[in-house]
């Protein structure tokens, strides 16, 4: 096997570690709690991080970046962790999930506007299609039914207002760090201050007990994994493999990691869901072809985080946190 042929593979499996995050980060919420959970979760994560992208000195990285990224990046993790966490239930946490895979759009979006992209008319049919799956999605069995989503995203604003505000957070980040980031790789510095984050955001509700099992640590380590290897494994892939069919491949993770989570949390989804999961992939697939036709463009140099999520800006390929 060829050695590109290789790389590619090893992107793939990044893409598979990624659908997978909805599912076991609910997995884990449910042994050990929202806050608790997810701060485990984030430092694992890190230990793998640094073990597999290892370490660099700050001194080389641009303030700008630091400052800003490390904001927009904490603010992003937080956001996609506690609005699954704080789902009431397992298809809720998958619901939520879907919201949060409107980033892909979103960044696009944004690089239209802040003018680092030309687009031409298929954005339009894209971001159309990309907001229909969602109103699709959480109108549940009926379908589009405007009461249905509004009743839907009544029973839980707070998970909702965060998916929702996650997409939208990193559709900044890939924004901005495309101008200031140099080329630098701040993942494992911000998903240690992620995990810090969330240490303190538990001290700070009175530090509950974690009961801790096996099956707890078996999720545990599954999601860290995830997380932590996922972004390693799409960097290879992203810098050696065949980035068009990676780039086309990433594209379906909200299908991926819709079927992957209904497997990990035991609930079935209606034929509704899979609808609405189709019209967010195929509109985020029109805004990449919008931008790819005028304007294709590979930043070798890119760092995995930003690779992962704001791939869609930059005509590459992803995720999610990430």
């Known amino acids: ?63 700008l970046y630091l400052f800003w990224g490390s904001i927009l990046f904490v603010c992003y993790e937080l956001c996609l962790a506690l609005s699954i966490a704080y789902a009431h239930n397992s298809r809720q946490a998958i619901e939520v999930g879907m919201v949060n895979y409107l980033w892909p759009t979103f960044t696009i979006v944004a690089a239209i506007l802040f003018k680092q992209q030309k687009a031409n008319w298929l954005i339009v049919p894209g971001l ?41 957070i990193w559709a900044g980040y890939s924004t901005m760090t495309a101008r200031i980031a140099q080329g630098k790789n701040g993942i494992t510095l911000f998903f240690m201050l992620t995990a810090a984050t969330l240490w303190m955001n538990h001290l700070f509700q009175g530090a509950p007990s974690l009961t801790v099992s096996t099956p707890a640590l078996v ?46 949390l035991r609930t079935p989804l209606a034929t509704s869901f899979w609808q609405g999961s189709a019209m967010v992939c195929s509109g985020a697939l029109l805004c990449w072809l919008a931008i ?10 890119a760092q995995p985080a930003e690779k992962s999520r704001r791939i869609s800006a930059d005509a590459a390929g992803p995720p999610g946190q990430q």
Do not use: C
């Open 128 to 168: 159309f299609l990309s907001m229909l799956g969602i109103s699709w999605i959480l109108g549940g069995e009926q379908g589009l039914n405007p009461n249905s989503v509004w009743l839907n995203v009544q029973d839980n604003p707070l998970s909702y207002g965060l998916a929702l505000s996650g997409a939208l």
């Open 219 to 264: 999720y545990l380590l599954l999601a860290a994994s995830a997380m932590g290897f996922g972004y390693a494994a799409w960097n290879v892939g992203i810098l050696h493999g065949n980035i068009t069919l990676l780039a086309g491949a990433s594209y379906f993770i909200p299908v991926f990691s819709a079927a992957l989570s209904s497997l990990l």
């Open 1 to 63: 096997m060829k050695q590109s042929d290789k790389a590619t593979l090893i992107g793939l499996m990044a893409i598979i570690l990624w659908s997978t995050i909805v599912g076991l980060i609910r997995s884990v919420s449910d042994y050990l709690g929202p806050t608790g959970g997810a701060a485990l979760i984030y430092t694992l994560a890190s230990v793998f991080l640094l073990l597999s992208a290892g370490w660099v000195r700050l001194r080389e990285f641009p303030r």
């Open 292 to 301: 790819r036709v005028r304007q294709p463009k590979v930043l070798k140099n």
